[in-house]
């Protein structure tokens, strides 16, 4: 699914067991951000500046544990709450793992997770398309998340290998003592391998209606989460006011809309780490869960309001973005 390249915030507030609050001001001042603008409600960073930062983080941390996993106590306390009651209301396994893949490229737009299949089970952590040389604390964040998963999801079976692709540089003890399991590193790749399970089994508090809200909250959040003072938010913000006719919205009368040209707009885009064609499939995806969510509308006429020539190139554009195709997400929500 196509999500907006931003991180809240919160993500950059002060942590004092990472670092003195004078190293902390200056990497703001030195990367540009005021802290005052990190308080306001809704602010938001571009996560290549949220990534500078945690360069900046690793490089000044002088401590003994691994920093990342002082940050995820904080860090999962202010976005894993929605994450959390997600994975419980799903109706199996498989769609608990399809949830959290969504969710942690919402909240770490530079990651994403790949289920590999195996006589076990192995999630893969991987840079998202556009995104490299990306700081092991993010990555070892990222792995919390998938530690959730574990303990939310499968109950008993749980992570039994943990490997990372950069150096060892902290504690192992307490890397095996938070996962676990073994951990080791300068591996081929981020990877977890989890004891063998049945992917179509029943989660215990699955219930099909609430997940379906919670996976419609989702999307919404992702949508949501363009800053409106970027070129992106502006984009967004023309999208909303003309999603009656999103099929027949072009790059050109966009950029137009903006005072610029289509090769200015494209280019100030990439600065952002967004792209134009991204952000419509956004929000033609947002359009076409409320479209399936009212059972009236055939998929011909919802292909036609977004501009596919028919249901099966809109079918085929909403499963490659969603993971499964309209009839069975219809199927699902009445479950």
Known sequence: ???????????????????????YQQTLAALGIE???????????????????????ESQYHGV????????????SATH???????????????????????????????RLDHVECDGMVLELCAADGFTNLPPILVEVAAGVVKQFSDYAIGDKKIISASFQHNQQYSATAYRDFFGCPVTFEGASNRFEMEGLDLNAAMQMGDSRTA???????????????????????????????KQRLGSVEKAEVATQLGMTTRTLTRRLLKENAGFRALLNGKKIELAYARLDGEADSLGQIAEELGFSDAKAFSRFFKREVGKTPSQYRRRKVK
């Open 1 to 23: 699914m196509s999500m907006s390249k931003y991180v809240p915030a919160r993500y950059l507030d002060y942590v004092p067991s990472l670092w003195p609050l004078n190293h």
């Open 35 to 57: 802290e005052s603008a990190l308080q306001q409600p809704g602010a938001r960073v571009p996560v290549g500046l949220f990534i500078a930062y945690l360069h900046a983080l």
């Open 65 to 76: 544990e691994p920093p990342s996993l002082l940050t995820l106590a904080h860090f999962n």
């Open 81 to 111: 709450g929605l994450f959390g009651m997600a994975t419980l209301a799903a109706p199996t396994v498989n769609d608990a793992l399809a949830t959290a893949m969504r969710y942690l490229h919402l909240v770490m737009p530079a990651l």
């Open 212 to 242: 379906h809200l919670l996976e419609k909250e989702l999307i919404s959040q992702a949508n949501a989460g363009a800053n409106v003072n970027t070129v992106e938010g502006s984009v967004m913000e023309y999208l909303e006011q003309n």
